[in-house]
């Protein structure tokens, strides 16, 4: 699967600091990756690009709850049960395999939707066997995801588990936020935090992580009416879109919900909103596809779901976004162990709210945005990230480091920062050198101090796409910079 744009992404991921594995120096564990110095600056302004979005845009309110939650929780809200993936083992090394991707290397097919007796039937009749040594696979079984812990010491010990999603521990406070909301319907609650998943045996690099990122927005809504106000807004952006009976069709989002395509007017919002948002981190529009999840894969109290996915050139289609009509399920399942009302009373119709959401992970999108943002030419691989997400906006360098010029070159560094602008210095190598460093990590400006700095007090701003070059006065630079 790997090809040169893969390489060259890993390469620079790796040696500059964007993200690497973790624990490397134990022989490292896969499912676990660092955010290096670059790309955790990438990260955060991923994240504050989404509040942007959610928090500013749908004036959505923003929590933060623990990663570790008692037992009751996972319960209530099935993923004690249901939460799991069927699995077979080697019985002659003992490897575990996630089933479905067992076949679905093996026969090329797709298992979206199969159950055990399905998969176990297709294990069978195309003798598929243990990929590394050929031995015989065990009967599948359901083994569950979550990473189980205790709270506490001795007996009093209480099993609780690291969350697999944050949008359960979004609705547990529910009675709390509508009161603090001021009992207003629809409103938005947007979490952004880590969750985890003991996966079988994970590949894909930060594809596929047992502890990940995310940014689940939980709209309560009421049963009734699920519609949106700004609406038009989103109706002209143009889609892709592959329908439950795999018909693939280009249409616009207004048309989709017109044709009903897509039913809920929410859903079909969220997904507009979602390809915007996409657009903004950087990652290629034209490479997305929407895809409504067909009746068999769709959790069982979902009315209507549907994923974004973005059409990898290495990796095939990457799911980014999950959109899904939750029903009351969630908080009647809460009411229902916790015996605590989660009913609302509007004007005297009381009622469980209905939840749409919109579940995006951060560390999918962001190997996304490296596919579309990647650049060769004859500078080499570089990144060409939009300037909100870059990971600093600009490096100051001094064209050489006497005269005064480094002094100078320091001085426009530290105005950069006092004016709260993310910058790097480097005053190693030949300029040629720094630009292309600076290039390779996605910075889009490099402002160079020179010779006439020192009479005229501008500088060069080159900018990183265009490698056009201006002079700007020193006191005007901030403001140039977008
Ligand atoms: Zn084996």
Request: glycine letters at 8%; a neutral charge; proline letters at 4%.
């Given at each position: 699967?790997?090809?040169?744009?893969t390489?060259?992404?890993?390469?620079?991921?790796?040696?500059?600091?964007?993200?690497?594995?973790s624990?490397?120096?134990?022989?490292?564990?896969?499912?676990?990756?660092?955010?290096?110095?670059?790309?955790?600056r990438?990260?955060?302004?991923v994240?504050?690009?989404?509040?942007?979005?959610?928090?500013?845009?749908?004036?959505?309110?923003?929590?933060?709850?623990?990663?570790?939650?008692?037992?009751?929780?996972?319960?209530?809200?099935?993923?004690?049960?249901?939460?799991?993936?069927?699995?077979?083992?080697?019985?002659?090394?003992g490897?575990?395999?996630?089933?479905?991707?067992?076949?679905?290397?093996?026969?090329?097919?797709?298992?979206?939707?199969?159950?055990?007796?399905?998969?176990?039937?297709?294990?069978?009749?195309?003798?598929?066997?243990?990929?590394?040594?050929?031995?015989?696979?065990?009967?599948?079984?359901?083994?569950?995801?979550?990473?189980?812990?205790?709270?506490?010491?001795?007996?009093?010990?209480?099993?609780?588990?690291?969350?697999?999603?944050?949008?359960?521990?979004?609705?547990?406070?529910?009675?709390?936020?509508?009161?603090?909301?001021?009992?207003?319907?629809?409103?938005?609650?947007?979490?952004?935090?880590?969750?985890?998943?003991?996966?079988?045996?994970?590949?894909?690099?930060?594809?596929?992580?047992?502890?990940?990122?995310?940014?689940?927005?939980?709209?309560?809504?009421?049963?009734?009416?699920?519609?949106?106000?700004?609406?038009?807004?989103?109706?002209?952006?143009?889609?892709?879109?592959?329908?439950k009976?795999?018909?693939?069709?280009?249409?616009?989002?207004?048309?989709?919900?017109?044709?009903?395509?897509?039913?809920?007017?929410?859903?079909?919002?969220?997904?507009?909103?979602?390809?915007?948002?996409?657009?903004?981190?950087?990652i290629?529009?034209?490479?997305?596809?929407?895809?409504?999840?067909?009746?068999?894969?769709?959790?069982?109290?979902?009315?209507?779901?549907?994923?974004?996915?973005f059409?990898?050139?290495?990796?095939?289609?990457?799911?980014i976004?999950?959109?899904?009509?939750?029903g009351?399920?969630?908080?009647?399942?809460?009411?229902?162990?916790?015996?605590?009302?989660m009913?609302?009373?509007?004007?005297?119709?009381?009622?469980?709210?209905?939840?749409?959401?919109?579940?995006?992970?951060?560390?999918?999108?962001?190997?996304?945005?490296?596919?579309?943002?990647?650049?060769?030419?004859?500078?080499?691989?570089?990144?060409?990230?939009?300037?909100?997400?870059?990971?600093?906006?600009?490096?100051?360098?001094?064209?050489?480091?006497?005269?005064?010029?480094?002094?100078?070159?320091?001085?426009?560094?530290?105005?950069?920062?006092?004016?709260?602008?993310?910058?790097?210095?480097?005053?190693?190598?030949?300029?040629?050198?720094?630009?292309?460093?600076?290039?390779?990590?996605?910075?889009?400006?490099?402002?160079?101090?020179?010779?006439?700095?020192?009479?005229?007090?501008?500088?060069?701003?080159?900018?990183?796409?265009?490698?056009?070059?201006?002079?700007?006065?020193?006191?005007?630079?901030?403001?140039?910079?977008?």
């Amino acid at each position: 699967m790997q090809d040169k744009n893969t390489d060259n992404i890993l390469d620079i991921s790796k040696r500059r600091g964007i993200v690497y594995p973790s624990f490397e120096i134990y022989g490292g564990v896969s499912g676990f990756y660092d955010y290096g110095p670059i790309g955790t600056r990438i990260k955060k302004n991923v994240d504050d690009l989404i509040r942007e979005y959610y928090v500013i845009g749908e004036g959505c309110v923003e929590v933060e709850c623990p990663t570790v939650s008692p037992e009751q929780v996972w319960v209530a809200s099935g993923h004690v049960k249901n939460f799991s993936d069927m699995t077979t083992e080697c019985l002659k090394c003992g490897q575990p395999y996630r089933a479905d991707h067992l076949i679905e290397e093996d026969l090329k097919i797709s298992c979206d939707g199969m159950k055990i007796p399905e998969l176990q039937k297709l294990i069978d009749d195309n003798n598929i066997a243990c990929p590394k040594c050929r031995g015989k696979l065990d009967k599948l079984y359901d083994y569950n995801l979550m990473f189980a812990t205790s709270v506490g010491a001795g007996k009093g010990a209480m099993t609780a588990y690291l969350r697999p999603e944050t949008a359960q521990t979004t609705y547990l406070a529910f009675n709390r936020l509508w009161e603090i909301t001021r009992r207003k319907i629809p409103f938005g609650v947007l979490q952004i935090g880590k969750s985890f998943r003991n996966e079988i045996s994970p590949r894909q690099g930060m594809l596929r992580l047992r502890e990940f990122s995310q940014a689940e927005v939980q709209f309560f809504a009421e049963p009734e009416n699920k519609t949106m106000e700004n609406f038009g807004d989103v109706a002209g952006i143009s889609v892709r879109i592959l329908s439950k009976d795999e018909k693939e069709i280009s249409t616009t989002i207004g048309a989709a919900f017109e044709d009903k395509i897509i039913k809920i007017q929410m859903i079909a919002y969220f997904l507009g909103r979602s390809v915007q948002l996409f657009g903004d981190m950087g990652i290629n529009t034209e490479k997305l596809r929407l895809r409504q999840h067909k009746d068999d894969e769709r959790a069982f109290y979902s009315s209507e779901t549907w994923d974004i996915e973005f059409m990898s050139g290495a990796f095939g289609r990457i799911e980014i976004v999950g959109i899904s009509d939750r029903g009351d399920y969630d908080l009647s399942a809460h009411q229902k162990l916790s015996k605590q009302s989660m009913e609302v009373n509007i004007e005297g119709r009381k009622f469980i709210p209905h939840v749409v959401e919109v579940a995006y992970g951060i560390d999918r999108p962001i190997y996304c945005v490296l596919e579309s943002c990647l650049r060769e030419d004859e500078r080499g691989a570089y990144f060409a990230f939009p300037t909100r997400v870059a990971p600093y906006k600009a490096a100051v360098f001094p064209l050489v480091k006497k005269d005064g010029l480094d002094e100078r070159a320091l001085e426009v560094f530290r105005l950069l920062r006092k004016s709260g602008v993310y910058a790097i210095f480097d005053r190693s190598g030949s300029i040629g050198k720094r630009y292309a460093r600076a290039d390779e990590v996605g910075i889009p400006y490099c402002l160079t101090v020179d010779y006439d700095t020192l009479t005229d007090g501008t500088v060069t701003v080159r900018s990183r796409d265009s490698k056009e070059q201006k002079r700007v006065k020193i006191e005007e630079i901030v403001r140039q910079l977008d």
